[in-house]
């Protein structure tokens, strides 16, 4: 299962700037860690004189575990005075483990910064993370996100179990099983729901448009995901269809080139539906296959505001073969930025539903003991400059697939931009 641990992400195994351009980061790591032995007497003085409540920028920010009435000054001393409240008090001791309260005090000090993808994966969590990343794991095959503070369905993915259950992009989950999804993380979510192969979770869920919470029993099982499908419908028009962007997308993507070049296709429809993002350079290789080289995919803009163009490099071979997109509610990240990128570059035009809007770059670094962090370092925006966090990204052509079409097994989204494709080639 892939709940939200795949927005855009970059991953850098050679990390030798880390220290330089997450300083923060290893500061509150090592404070953790070496503070405890460093200064463990000065945790146990009064904080009567600290002024708390205070909201500090990062920027500015001191951290020190010695006391000073200095402006703009954390101390933590504060976290260790809990810490050993907590030894010397808490009456169920037993079940006290210092590591996970280590991975409880990182999680909770990413979760404040209102992000819900930053996040902390301890061991397990980024062994599963590989598994889901790699397109092999068990679950149920959907995406999780945030949508207004509220746990919501990307994307289930194509043949899962979860898209086989009914269950819908946009989706929003109301409870696990009998626990309810207020204030719970994404990762949280991702626990209660991933499990073996072929046991049930039981998803209570909103839909847009109707009044009552429904109930969704899916049986988990073992998620192969292909990346790329590609059919060939009538008149010889390429039906291609992008389910991630995953470790082997561009290779799936370039083998499906050549066959769609040696069957000497006039049109391609690509179906970014349900899509719900991946790895960005995976996003800007197969933009570059399908956009003349130099051409902007997409601008990342850091937290000084500082922008940087991503280009097409090469390798084009689909510039010239008239091209329509199809997104929805589940088109997601990677598939929001490839959409972006062909529509402003290319003025392909977009058929279906508004995409999901998430517009923000992620950047998975590998920390000690296997454990590892997923930050938000940068959002991002179309070529044109246009932003997308929640507000998604428009079709040109707006089109319905309701719950009836799903259950006959019609696709007019599909069906309607079959027709602007072939009116394409005609006029071309």
Do not use: C
């Not at 999780?144 to 919501?152: F, P, W």
């Amino acid at each position: 299962m892939n709940e939200d641990k795949t927005p855009e992400i970059i991953l850098r195994k050679n990390n030798q700037n880390i220290f330089t351009k997450y300083s923060f980061l290893f500061v509150v790591l090592f404070l953790l860690i070496g503070s405890f032995w460093l200064g463990y007497d000065n945790g146990k003085k009064s904080v009567d004189d600290i002024v708390l409540n205070k909201d500090y920028s990062l920027g500015s920010t001191i951290i020190t575990n010695k006391f000073s009435a200095g402006k703009d000054t954390v101390d933590f001393a504060l976290f260790w005075n809990v810490w050993d409240t907590l030894k010397d008090k808490y009456a169920n001791q037993e079940s006290l483990q210092a590591q996970e309260l280590v991975y409880g005090a990182i999680r909770g000090m990413l979760k404040a910064t209102g992000d819900p993808y930053t996040t902390f994966f301890n061991p397990k969590e980024t062994r599963e993370f590989a598994q889901d990343i790699g397109g092999s794991f068990e679950g149920i095959g959907a995406e999780l996100g945030m949508k207004e503070g509220v746990l919501t369905v990307i994307a289930p993915l194509d043949e899962s179990p979860a898209q086989k259950a009914g269950l819908l992009a946009g989706d929003r989950i109301i409870k696990i099983g009998d626990k309810p999804t207020m204030d719970m993380t994404i990762d949280s979510a991702v626990d209660l729901i991933r499990g073996k192969k072929g046991t049930e979770v039981v998803l209570t869920i909103f839909r847009t448009g109707e009044q009552n919470t429904q109930d969704i029993i899916i049986v988990r099982n073992t998620i192969e995901i292909k990346s790329v499908k590609l059919e060939f419908k009538d008149n010889n028009v390429a039906y291609l269809k992008i389910n991630q962007f995953g470790e082997k997308t561009s290779r799936e993507f370039d083998s499906a080139i050549n066959t769609i070049l040696l069957r000497n296709s006039k049109g391609i429809v690509l179906d970014l539906r349900n899509n719900p993002g991946g790895f960005l350079d995976k996003a800007v290789e197969i933009a570059s296959r399908m956009i003349s080289k130099g051409k902007v995919v997409v601008i990342e803009e850091d937290g000084a505001g500082k922008r940087d163009n991503l280009y097409t490099t090469g390798g084009d071979k689909l510039s010239a073969i008239p091209v329509v997109v199809l997104i929805n509610e589940g088109s997601a990240s990677a598939s929001e930025i490839l959409a972006g990128a062909l529509r402003d570059d290319r003025g392909v035009q977009l058929i279906g539903k508004k995409s999901f809007g998430k517009g923000s770059v992620q950047e998975l670094i590998s920390l000690p003991n296997k454990s590892s962090v997923k930050i938000t370092v940068a959002k991002w925006l179309t070529p044109n400059g246009d932003y997308i966090m929640e507000k998604g990204i428009s079709p040109d052509i707006e089109v319905e697939f309701s719950l009836d079409d799903f259950k006959a097994e019609k696709d007019p989204q599909l069906d309607k931009a079959l027709e602007i494709i072939q009116q394409e080639i005609d006029t071309k």
